[in-house]
């Protein structure tokens, strides 16, 4: 997996613009709601960029120097459902 400072700049937007936008819409009930949406997302994006690069980015950092990369997508991959059709034994 590549770094790549687009994903960098886009990847802690998305869940604060989505949350906002539902949240503006339902809370005020007006067609456009631009106020209450920059107000809501303002301080979300912040803290959301700062969580990113003040504690996502260090643990990355840390866990990459303690172990290999392939051992970190070990970690989260046995979680994630098995693909369908992809060596999974059928009990039926």
Known sequence: MRFTWRALVLAPVFVPLLYCALLAVAVDGRPLPIG?????????????????????????????????PTTLLAWVAPPLPPFPGRGCDDPG
């Open 36 to 68: 209450s949406f920059l107000v809501l997302f303002v301080p979300a994006a912040v803290f959301s960029y700062g969580v990113t690069i003040f504690l996502f980015l260090p643990t990355l950092l840390i866990l990459s120097r303690i172990t290999r």
